[in-house]
């Protein structure tokens, strides 16, 4: 193959890159810049890997660009060839071309223990033993690996040694793998990186993908699937997106103020003012909820409810009058437990530790308690009237509590200790927290959404649409990668936003009251679940047209970013989580 950066004899030097143009009969010749040397080095490169030789050729003859400097082809074509003898000779003379001449030691110690292990799957231990006292025993090795190495001696076969070395051997690709190596100690004038192309493409598509705003699918775009296009920017229609309304529910007979899923998405609980906490059980190949247990005895009403790590229990905050929490068992309907407020206070919050032995309640009088299984209060942290709280993820210690006060801190009940996180400058009505713990979503009075970054202590952005005076409304992270929000709105509506934009992406219409609560599906990315004051349940999923619905003619969802088949390409992309601009403020 030809090579770049040394003249060889009828070679065209890329400084001087021309390519020769008929014109009339005679040859017009146009020089390229930099950046187009380097297009047309990785076309070259392109054209090699996929077995077009004769093309790479010819675009070499035409642009006088070759692919890589000649001593780093001829570098390439002895280690492919298996040629160790010329590939050290080869090395000798790249050294004035490494990035730093101390990296010769390491470039050498790979291709001698290649050129080992190959002898070594060749059955030549003699040859290989030689190999190692003689040459790498002297290169930059440590004991220890020469020590691992040797072991590799006693071996009996072939695939015994590439089990116990994790080397792919000379048929698995082991030369690739080593040249692959090789590159990162060479400068790109020298030798480009392996298959340089592909890695541009799939750059572009996993773009595309951050970039799109229905994209809700855990299956990524690769270069190397049949499939996937080029010609055209990756789009997502929102046909796929949760904004059907496949079932409606009446079975409370009032006001619904909250609905959670289970941690697997196999179980849905919906709390309502009429006293019932009712489960539900989700089938996922027909995306259909079914009515399971009724929890009932909540007399005043059930607020919250969350279901315990191994998703066996559920903890219901009731509302008013009993002044009480109970932790159910969901398999069988029976009170675990309970844990009783002083007179004249409820429960308004709660979240389960790791352990799923141990939970946090939290009281509108300023309580909050520690509790275990058996009902006993094991700490109590007074004069902090907490609205919301969330264990913090992978953790099992600190709990993330929305207080009165505007504040979101943390607590360590073992240890009594509590520090802020983040300081609102609006009530804060609910709080959610992302999967990895660093985000929190907050709802605020007056207000509607905002978006932080626990760890920066940073608001990131405020989303704009949802209605939110001072009742207690919901949010949620949801889709893949938690990547997009939905929260409930005073005006009937269920909005949803991608969380690079401040706009909502969809908003659904059917509730015909204050929608409260929204969960989304948490291993089922698909369906989404709304509760509102008009005492129904909606389940939201794409539409199949094998399935018939439940909706009715005010069912409907609207698309604000879906133009022209989905072409966004006119709206700003803004990277996820990015700090807000100060449009979002």
């Known amino acids: 193959m030809p090579t770049n950066g040394v003249a060889t004899s009828g070679d065209v030097t890329p400084n001087a890159a021309t390519s020769p143009l008929l014109t009339n009969g005679k040859a017009q010749h146009r020089t390229f810049s930099s950046s187009e040397k380097e297009?047309?080095?990785?076309?070259?490169?392109?054209?090699?890997?996929?077995?077009?030789?004769?093309?790479?050729?010819?675009l070499y003859l035409e642009s006088g660009c070759a692919v890589e400097h000649s001593l780093s082809s001829l570098l390439r074509s002895h280690v492919m060839n298996g040629e160790w003898t010329a590939a050290a000779k080869d090395l000798s003379e790249l050294e004035e071309?490494?990035?730093?001449?101390?990296?010769?030691?390491?470039?050498?110690?790979?291709?001698?223990?290649?050129?080992?292990?190959?002898?070594?799957?060749?059955?030549n231990k003699v040859e290989a033993l030689k190999c190692l006292r003689t040459e790498i025993n002297t290169s930059s090795s440590t004991q220890e690996r020469i020590h691992e190495l040797s072991s590799f001696v006693m071996l009996s076969d072939a695939t015994t040694l590439h089990i116990k070395s994790g080397w792919p051997g000379v048929e698995g690709g082991s030369r690739t793998i080593l040249m692959d190596k090789l590159h990162r100690f060479l400068p790109t004038d020298v030798?480009?990186?392996p298959r340089r192309l592909t890695a541009l493409l799939q750059q572009s598509l996993d773009r595309q993908v951050s970039n799109c705003i229905y994209h809700n699918t855990s299956l990524g775009?690769?270069?190397?699937d049949d499939g996937t296009k080029f010609f055209s920017n990756h789009k997502c229609g929102a046909d796929a997106f949760p904004s059907t309304c496949c079932q409606v529910f009446n079975d409370h007979t009032d006001e619904i103020w909250y609905?959670?899923?289970?941690?697997?998405?196999?179980?849905?609980?919906?709390?309502?003012?009429?006293?019932?906490?009712?489960?539900w059980s989700f089938v996922p190949e027909s995306q259909r909820l079914v009515k399971g247990r009724s929890l009932e005895g909540h007399r005043r009403g059930a607020s919250f409810c969350t279901f315990s790590p191994d998703n066996r229990y559920l903890l219901v905050c009731g509302s008013n009058d009993p002044q009480e929490a109970k932790v159910w068992d969901t398999t069988n309907g029976e009170t675990v437990c309970v844990v009783s407020a002083t007179t004249e206070d409820c429960f308004t919050t709660a979240a389960w530790f790791p352990s799923g032995q141990e939970f946090i309640v939290a009281s509108v009088r300023g309580h909050f308690n520690l509790c275990n299984l058996s009902g006993n209060i094991?700490?109590?942290?007074?004069?902090?009237?907490?609205?919301?709280?969330?264990?913090?993820?992978?953790?099992?210690?600190?709990?993330?509590?929305a207080d009165h006060l505007k504040r979101v801190r943390r607590y360590d009940f073992h240890a009594e200790v509590a520090m802020d996180v983040l300081t609102e400058e609006y009530a804060i009505m609910s709080m959610t927290v992302s999967d990895d713990g660093r985000y929190i979503l907050l709802n605020c009075a007056n207000q509607g959404v905002h978006l932080w970054d626990a760890v920066d202590q940073t608001l990131i952005r405020k989303f704009r649409g949802v209605s939110q005076g001072t009742y207690t409304i919901y949010s949620c992270f949801g889709g893949v990668n938690n990547d997009f929000i939905a929260s409930g709105s005073e005006d009937h509506m269920v909005y949803i936003y991608h969380r690079s934009r401040s706009t909502p992406v969809a908003k659904l219409t059917g509730h015909r009251k204050s929608v409260n609560s929204v969960a989304w599906n948490p291993r089922y990315p698909n369906v989404l679940v709304s509760c509102s004051d008009d005492e129904t349940l909606r389940v939201w999923c794409p539409r199949n047209p094998d399935?018939?619905?439940?909706?009715?003619d005010e069912c409907s969802a609207e698309f604000p970013y879906e133009q022209e088949g989905g072409n966004v390409d006119r709206l700003i992309s803004v990277a996820p989580f990015e700090a807000a601009d100060d449009e979002d403020l």
């Not at 010769?104 to 799957?121: D, G, S």
Request: aromatic share 6%.
């Open 39 to 58: 297009v047309l080095r990785i076309i070259g490169q392109h054209l090699t890997d996929m077995g077009l030789e004769r093309s790479a050729e010819a």
């Open 97 to 123: 071309l490494l990035y730093r001449k101390e990296d010769m030691a390491m470039i050498t110690q790979l291709i001698l223990e290649e050129k080992f292990l190959e002898l070594l799957e060749t059955g």
């Open 191 to 193: 030798m480009l990186p």
């Open 221 to 224: 775009l690769r270069v190397e």
């Open 259 to 279: 609905c959670v899923w289970s941690r697997d998405g196999k179980m849905l609980a919906s709390c309502s003012k009429d006293g019932l906490v009712l489960l």
């Open 378 to 401: 094991l700490h109590t942290w007074d004069g902090i009237r907490v609205h919301s709280a969330a264990i913090a993820p992978n953790s099992d210690k600190w709990v993330l509590a």
């Open 547 to 552: 399935m018939t619905y439940d909706e009715d």
